[in-house]
């Protein structure tokens, strides 16, 4: 059974540094094919796409954020983090990760986390 | 980046109604397309991948296809269960990129 959760700290202040944590179980990021994604959506708005790691550990970044993201993982653990610098109120959004999985094509989260709420205030 | 143009934004429809929702993408995407179900204060389910094939568990009256650009969702005799966001998201190429949504909702 698949499942993801995201943790994150709730709420920060402007310029500060988002940490997010994914926590998954019912597979590895070491495994050929394996992949894990960040998906976010402001309140009341539409999904947009962030980072996604593989288990090779190549990494692909949405360059609307430019430089602020860093994804990376620790498959010991089953985990994914995902982590943006210099935060701002339009950063307000709920976080979800998601699996991703790569058989004779990808196939791009097929399983979500409940997501996590974050707020950006001063 | 590729373009996802998601139409119609709102879709009031009746129960029982067959009603569709379409998705442009800006350049060619192949089958790299899928659509996602999305209830209010929960996560998207993912409903259809690869542009047609239904994802396990989804009701067959839920149906993909493609024309040309142009990808669509059909439900075919709705249920009160159905009214949600929907999303497409297109996975031929980084950055991915979804659709702008559609709300579903009771006429």
């Known amino acids: 059974q698949v499942t993801l959760k995201e943790s994150g700290p709730g709420i920060l202040q402007p310029s500060q540094t988002l940490s997010l944590t994914c926590t998954f179980s019912g597979f590895s990021l070491s495994t050929y094919g394996m992949g894990v994604g960040w998906i976010r959506q402001p309140s009341g708005k539409g999904l947009e796409w962030l980072a996604n790691i593989w288990w090779d550990d190549d990494k692909y970044y949405n360059p609307s954020l430019k430089n602020r993201l860093t994804i990376s993982k620790d498959t010991s653990n089953n985990q994914a983090f995902l982590k943006i610098t210099n935060v701002d109120t339009a950063d307000t959004a709920t976080y979800y990760c998601a699996r991703i999985l790569i058989t004779t094509v990808p196939h791009y989260f097929d399983y979500w986390g409940q997501g996590v709420m974050v707020t950006v205030s001063s | 980046d590729i373009q996802m143009t998601q139409s119609p934004s709102s879709l009031p429809a009746s129960l029982g109604d067959r009603v569709t929702i379409t998705c442009r993408a800006s350049?060619?995407?192949?089958?790299?397309l899928r659509w996602f179900q999305q209830k209010p204060g929960k996560s998207p389910r993912l409903m259809i991948y690869g542009a047609t094939n239904l994802a396990a568990g989804v009701p067959s009256r839920f149906s993909g296809s493609r024309s040309g650009s142009d990808y669509s969702l059909t439900i075919s005799s709705l249920e009160s269960e159905d009214m949600a966001d929907y999303y497409c998201l297109q996975s031929k190429e980084s950055p991915l990129t979804f659709g702008s949504g559609t709300k579903l909702e009771i006429k």
């Open positions: 350049q060619d995407i192949g089958n790299y």
